[in-house]
């Protein structure tokens, strides 16, 4: 493992996480909420995951590998919702992910 690509599973992890927290915070405000409801909660998930993974690849945890993976499936969990929804704060949290979950494969391949 190279330190490049070390850095930037980090930096797509806090991304991702940052974009997935506006995300929900913006749907919250949606006048239909209960149509973001499963937007919300998957953009929740992903966050939280996206944090946990990177402080562990930070650390180099033994369970970096699993992580990551677990990581780059919530990432795509998350963009199945937030592609559909055509709001900007999705669409750049589906971009997120996108690059978030390429960056966690590469880091547990």
């Given amino acids: 493992m190279n330190d490049i690509q070390f850095s930037n599973c980090v930096q797509a992890c806090m991304t991702c996480a940052l974009a997935c927290s506006n995300c929900a915070s913006a749907c919250l405000k949606e006048e239909d909420l209960e149509m ?3 937007c919300i909660q998957r953009c929740l998930d992903c966050a939280d995951l996206c944090q946990l993974c990177a402080r562990m690849t930070q650390k180099q945890s033994p369970f970096m590998q699993q992580i990551c993976e677990l990581c780059a ?3 795509d969990y998350c963009v199945e919702e937030c592609g559909h929804h055509e709001d900007e704060h999705c669409q750049q949290c589906a971009a997120a992910c ?3 979950a390429e960056e966690c494969r590469k880091m547990a391949a």
Wanted: charged residues 55%; proline residues 0%; positive net charge.
């Fill in 98 to 100: 996108r690059r978030c």
């Fill in 36 to 38: 973001m409801r499963e």
């Fill in 73 to 75: 499936k919530a990432c």
